[in-house]
């Protein structure tokens, strides 16, 4: 089975922190993505990798960066964070480009205060 | 730009009858569309994909109908089961932008016993 797993299932932050939050996948996957999740908004895609060192911005990836040093971990960085950037944070990975089947991770809810 | 909705927030079904989701979408150039499943506290899980070429496809008590006329995706349950409460969400990809999935903004379906 594949495992996505996330270090954190919740996080409270102050305004203006520094925030990490990261993802490991143990299936050897090329693609790696960042989705954050608000009620009634779906998932939208903050960033992705498709390789080590490479990664694309997705709709939303203001106020966001990524890292991804080795191709089993991706890492999610709030530079300073904001309230707007509460919310619940899914990671996920996939084989490589072309698979409509996405494996999540359980999630992170971040709450920024 | 892309949009994918849809038409019920919410769906409650009494256990063994059969459930229908819905979920339209904006672009015509859509090249594939998924349905995922989110269990509460649990990140998305795939249930099924369609290409653009096909209107039926069946997987293990589900059923994806796609009507490109009308822009229309829905996702059939047969003989739903209390397992099946969830969030479901519907996607979409094209091709051109290789891994990006686009997704709506959730179904949530209550089996009622």
């Known amino acids: 089975d594949v495992k996505v797993t996330q270090s954190s299932r919740y996080l409270v932050k102050r305004t203006g922190e520094k925030v990490f939050l990261e993802c490991v996948q143990d299936?050897?996957?090329?693609?790696m993505f960042w989705y954050r999740q608000d009620p009634g908004l779906g998932l939208r895609l903050i960033y992705f990798?498709?390789?080590?060192?490479?990664?694309e911005k997705g709709d939303i990836p203001e106020g966001y960066s990524v890292s991804r040093e080795k191709k089993e971990r991706f890492s999610l960085i709030l530079e300073s964070a904001s309230t707007n950037q509460t919310s619940m944070y899914l990671c996920?990975?996939?084989?490589?480009?072309?698979?409509?089947?996405?494996?999540f991770g359980p999630g992170t809810r971040l709450t920024v205060t | 730009g892309e949009s994918v909705g849809l038409h019920l927030p919410t769906l409650s079904v009494q256990e063994g009858d059969n459930s229908i989701i819905n979920c339209a979408y904006s672009n015509s150039a859509s090249d594939y569309f998924i349905w995922y499943k989110q269990e509460s506290g649990k990140g998305p899980q795939f249930i099924i994909d369609?290409?653009?070429?096909?209107d039926k496809r069946q997987g293990q008590r589900v059923t994806v109908l796609l009507n490109k006329t009308v822009k229309h995706l829905s996702l059939q349950i047969a003989a739903t089961q209390p397992g099946d409460s969830a969030v479901y969400f519907c996607a979409v990809r094209r091709m051109e932008y290789g891994n990006k999935l686009v997704f709506g903004a959730g179904t949530i379906l209550r089996v009622k016993s």
């Open positions: 299936m050897d996957h090329e693609n």
């Open positions: 996920a990975s996939n084989l490589g480009t072309g698979w409509n089947e996405q494996y």
């Open positions: 369609i290409r653009s070429n096909m």
């Open positions: 990798s498709y390789d080590v060192k490479m990664k």
